[in-house]
């Protein structure tokens, strides 16, 4: 007689969790306006992450834009941030980049950028740290606030 049939295999299924890496919509602004522009780089920042706050300060700490729940104590240290990366970057022979902070009940991350104005910082404020994704997407979003760069990288 016939071998009896093997059960048949039981499929297992495994779900493959695929971690989508988040899309930031790319900076733009028409303005000619330089405060312009840097308000809608506030603006923009708002609308891709959840944050407490975000500003715009120069490396005097004196505050550019403001938007949120922006502390002087949080511009006061992205301009004490902004000094300890340019020492960093002189020994290092490296301009621009990014630091985040985890202070006791949330994380400051500052982007700093050189302009023919002088340097900037950008922060952010928010309660988790941000995505390597999005803290590059900021370093660009800044560099075309400032420079005055449509999203295709031509002057304006």
Sequence with gaps: PPAPAAPPPVAVAVAAV?????????????????????????SWIESCVDCRAAFIADDNG??????LG????HIAAASSILLMLASVRSLMRDSGGWLSLKMSSAVLHVVEVETR?????IGVVTDDTLPLEF??????????????ETSQGEST
């Design 18 to 42: 695929a971690t989508a890496r988040p899309h930031y919509p790319p900076f733009h602004s028409d303005s000619q306006q330089l405060d312009e522009r840097l308000q809608s780089l506030v």
């Design 135 to 148: 803290l590059s997407a900021l370093s660009a979003a800044v560099e075309s606030a400032f420079h005055g």
């Design 117 to 121: 104005w002088g340097r900037f910082g």
């Design 62 to 67: 004196l505050p550019v834009v403001e938007h």
């Design 70 to 73: 922006a502390e002087q104590s």
